[in-house]
């Protein structure tokens, strides 16, 4: 039997991940210390390999079957646009991609006016301004702490995750619209899905068993 290997997301999904996981029977001990810099772990008995990375690249680790199988948030799948299948909503990680900003900037939403919108996600955004609302923008890619971009005035709106809502309400902004629901998702290679379908078939089945039954949440 060849090893089936997953491609997981370092940082928030990364904890719930390995827990859903080992609920299935997936298990993979080693990942969980913290202090280890090693890159890829080996679960020899059942022929499973993991490995963690940054979000945007567990898509490209996907679509190339360097990975079969990657665990990632929505928003990092819209935006990477890769040739994967989704196949499983994993039902944590759950939060929203809004446009978000002062309440002032409401108007210029409302009047489609050219404005400035900074965000991590320019594909999104794009796709959102362009092809749902017909409103031409000026898009800004950042890489992090967006909610800085209106209080400063490099933007008139942000394009960005809301999960609490707290980082908007600390420094006086508001959602202004959605754009839609996110939460962590299993994508799958193509051609992995084909060569390996029953094993993979397999876990996509008892993991769903284990999501209704409501115990992941
Ligand atoms: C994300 C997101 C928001 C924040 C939302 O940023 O970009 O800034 O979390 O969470 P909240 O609604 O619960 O306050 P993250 O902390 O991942 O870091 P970043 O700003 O560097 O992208």
Redesign the pocket.
Known sequence: MRYLTFALTKG?LAEKTLSLLERVGVTCEEMRDKDSRRLIFVNEEQKLRFFLAKGPDVPTYVEYGAADIGIVGKDTIMEENRKIFEVLDLGFGKCRMCVCGPESARQYLRHNQLIRVAT?YPNIAKDYFYNRKNQTVELIKLN????LAPIVGLSEVIV?????????RENGLSVLEEVCPLSARMVVNPVSMRMDNERITGLINALRGCLTDGAAN
């Open positions: 928030r991590k992090g702490s967006i909610e960005d995750i809301v999960e609490t809502g707290s980082t908007l």
